[in-house]
């Protein structure tokens, strides 16, 4: 302003300073409506989160409908499932874009996105604290229709010191590579990092498989009474988070080799490692009460 109103005051008509006047006006306030003058990121409009809710719903709807034996169950469950998978492919590669390409990014975005990975973390979290309750609300007091004994009268359990312990061994192996190969990007190693992710994606895939095989070589399903549904419910959902987390690592072994990642940038890493080792306690936590405490 003290620009323009120089200008002005050199200008030798009324008339002319007037449409100096304006006309830089204009152009100053064109440019500073352009200008972001803010350290936040303002993200485009999308019709992702719509689609992803509505696939969600699918999914769930899907898959009750398909455990009560109705007609469409299954057809649901797999349409909601390849929903879910599309639109995190999707929402995932906007936000890489977003931060890689276009910078957007800042410090203070990255402290945004750290609360809200925490906070995700928080409810889920809260998921798992409802099926231990429920499997600690039957284990405690059993009820007479089970025998008043956990576990029920014909359930023969898993024995913890097999492939319950094998898969914890795994798992806690797993954190750490992937606690090395986030030491490593913050070194600037770029190959101990690949070394790191890769070993630690492997590990997830071997610990999936044996718990496939623990599911295969199960003498109870999740039908069978209190105790399958409890069992198969917490571990399952363990295993779709296992799952998830395998992408999750998966995809920033892809953006590491693609040198997506830097010594100050590397969030994407960081909010994977978050939830890796949320995975490893959880499964901790499933295998002591579960496994351990509730199979003797």
Partial sequence: MFLIL???GSSPTTS???FIFFT????MSIFSFYTQRHAFHLVDPSVLPFITAISALSLTLGSVLYFHGHSGGLESTFFGLFGVLTCMFLWW???VRESTLEGHHTNIVQLGLRYGMILFIVSEVMFFFAFFWAFFAAALAPVIEIGSIWPPKGINVFDPIEVPLLNTLILLCSGATVTYAHHAITCGNKVEAVFGLVLTVVLAAIFTGFQAFEYV???????DGIYGSTF???TGFHGFHVAIGTIFLTVCLVRLTLN???IQHHFGFE???FYWHFVDVVWLFLYVAVYFWGGV
């Fill in 6 to 8: 120089l200008i002005v």
């Fill in 16 to 18: 002319f300073n007037c």
């Fill in 24 to 27: 830089l006006f204009t152009l």
């Fill in 93 to 95: 590669r906007d936000v």
């Fill in 217 to 223: 070589s199960a003498d109870f399903t999740i039908s």
């Fill in 232 to 234: 198969y419910m917490a």
């Fill in 260 to 262: 997506h990642f830097t």
């Fill in 271 to 273: 909010a994977a490692a």
